[in-house]
């Protein structure tokens, strides 16, 4: 199906947030997205990028008993992901498991295979372990933050280390590092911490107010970004965190989404209720860089950092999703329930 001047789109039925690149289907380009209805009975879709790159393709429809508000795919197990979902009174979180033949069952259910089940507050969303495979995920609720230990033959899951945030603040968010399986990233109300998963323990802190999303580059150490309320697209060196390195406009309404590219690391995505899902040129420190030289560019570089801004939508944009297999190809999701795939093949360095 054709999705406006340039993407290639597939609808949903229902209105949607949240969208997944299946990192561990090595053999096709798939992105896994879940509805967002309080009345109806919601969806997830399995959704393949056709060979020849001109069609997206479901490969499955599964049913889904709540309102999907997270949705993550098992970094090596193309079959299994997590959702965070409402029933419009409480939330809870689950680990799924798609059924072996979906693709010869009429009506194929999904597989729980475990509960995160020890939240008493609502919750966020849930991280992976970043590389490889390995039974723990971090689920994150507005108060706490759990470390999970998996048992997909028993079904169950048990919370290995606990820790709260205290009165004051409201945990909202999250990203694992990808260099320091020990460390991740969590957003409060008023600022960035950073916690040592071992001890569970905080070890330091961004003072950032309203940062709604973020993303450690996968292939630099210590470089993250943020997409701010106020600031727009914020990247950080956090070895000397005082303030971000680079400040990008991000969109004209909230900027809501952002992530890394995982190949092409000085590209970076946003998406914002503005209706739009900006490219960005970032060039970032590369891994022998001195901690004080930062993310400044060349004078041969352009100095208008956006490349681009995708904006055949007619909603907003809440959800992105750069491919692994094929770092060119990205997956966007507007509340509407539209899902598009661009390719960014015109922008990628020249080698």
Same mark, same amino acid.
């Given at each position: 199906?054709? %999705?406006?001047?340039?993407?290639?789109?597939?609808?949903?039925?229902?209105?949607?947030?949240?969208?997944?690149?299946?990192?561990?289907?090595?053999?096709?380009?798939?992105?896994?997205?879940?509805?967002?209805?309080?009345?109806?009975?919601?969806?997830?879709?399995?959704?393949?990028?056709?060979?020849? %790159?001109?069609?997206?393709?479901?490969? %499955?429809?599964?049913?889904?008993?709540?309102?999907?508000w997270?949705?993550?795919?098992?970094?090596?197990?193309?079959?299994?992901?997590s959702?965070?979902?409402?029933?419009?009174?409480?939330?809870?979180?689950?680990?799924?498991?798609?059924?072996?033949?979906? %693709?010869?069952?009429?009506?194929?259910?999904?597989?729980?295979?475990?509960l995160?089940?020890?939240?008493?507050?609502?919750?966020?969303?849930?991280?992976?372990?970043?590389?490889?495979?390995?039974?723990?995920?971090?689920?994150?609720?507005?108060?706490?933050?759990?470390?999970?230990?998996?048992?997909?033959?028993?079904?169950?899951?048990?919370?290995?280390?606990?820790?709260?945030?205290?009165?004051?603040?409201?945990?909202?968010?999250?990203?694992?590092?990808?260099?320091?399986?020990?460390?991740?990233a969590?957003?409060?109300?008023?600022?960035?911490?950073?916690?040592?998963?071992? @001890?569970?323990?905080? @070890?330091?802190?961004?003072?950032?107010?309203?940062? +709604?999303?973020?993303?450690?580059?996968?292939?630099?150490?210590?470089?993250?970004?943020?997409?701010?309320?106020?600031?727009?697209?914020?990247?950080?060196?956090?070895?000397?965190?005082?303030?971000?390195? +680079?400040?990008?406009?991000?969109?004209?309404?909230?900027?809501?989404?952002?992530?890394?590219?995982?190949?092409?690391?000085?590209?970076?995505?946003?998406?914002?209720?503005?209706?739009?899902?900006?490219?960005?040129?970032a060039?970032?420190?590369?891994?022998?860089?001195?901690?004080?030289?930062?993310?400044?560019?060349?004078? @041969?570089?352009?100095?208008?950092?956006?490349?681009?801004?995708?904006?055949?939508?007619?909603?907003?944009?809440?959800?992105?999703?750069?491919?692994?297999?094929?770092?060119?190809?990205?997956?966007?999701?507007?509340?509407?329930?539209?899902?598009?795939?661009e390719s960014?093949?015109?922008?990628?360095?020249?080698?």
């Amino acid at each position: 199906m054709q %999705g406006g001047a340039t993407g290639i789109g597939y609808g949903l039925k229902y209105q949607a947030r949240c969208i997944s690149d299946v990192k561990a289907d090595t053999g096709n380009t798939s992105f896994i997205t879940g509805t967002l209805s309080l009345k109806e009975e919601n969806e997830v879709h399995l959704i393949r990028l056709a060979s020849g %790159g001109t069609e997206l393709v479901c490969e %499955g429809l599964f049913s889904h008993p709540n309102e999907i508000w997270d949705l993550a795919s098992c970094p090596f197990d193309s079959r299994v992901f997590s959702t965070v979902y409402s029933s419009g009174e409480s939330y809870g979180a689950a680990i799924w498991q798609f059924p072996e033949l979906y %693709g010869q069952m009429n009506s194929p259910q999904l597989e729980q295979l475990a509960l995160l089940n020890a939240h008493d507050r609502k919750i966020k969303c849930v991280l992976w372990w970043p590389s490889g495979k390995h039974d723990k995920v971090i689920s994150i609720d507005e108060g706490n933050l759990f470390l999970w230990s998996l048992d997909s033959s028993n079904k169950t899951a048990k919370v290995q280390l606990k820790e709260s945030v205290g009165m004051l603040d409201y945990f909202s968010g999250g990203a694992w590092d990808p260099h320091d399986w020990n460390a991740a990233a969590v957003t409060c109300d008023s600022s960035i911490q950073f916690w040592d998963i071992r @001890t569970m323990k905080k @070890t330091s802190s961004i003072e950032r107010a309203h940062v +709604r999303a973020m993303d450690y580059n996968k292939k630099k150490q210590n470089i993250l970004v943020t997409a701010d309320d106020e600031a727009g697209i914020c990247i950080w060196d956090l070895r000397m965190s005082n303030s971000p390195v +680079r400040e990008l406009p991000g969109h004209t309404h909230w900027s809501w989404s952002v992530q890394f590219n995982p190949e092409y690391d000085e590209l970076i995505l946003s998406a914002g209720t503005d209706s739009a899902v900006n490219l960005w040129y970032a060039p970032s420190i590369s891994s022998d860089d001195s901690p004080n030289e930062g993310l400044m560019e060349s004078p @041969t570089h352009r100095k208008d950092p956006l490349l681009n801004s995708y904006n055949d939508y007619e909603d907003s944009v809440y959800g992105i999703a750069w491919s692994s297999r094929e770092p060119w190809f990205f997956a966007s999701l507007s509340y509407d329930g539209r899902v598009v795939v661009e390719s960014v093949k015109q922008y990628l360095p020249r080698k």
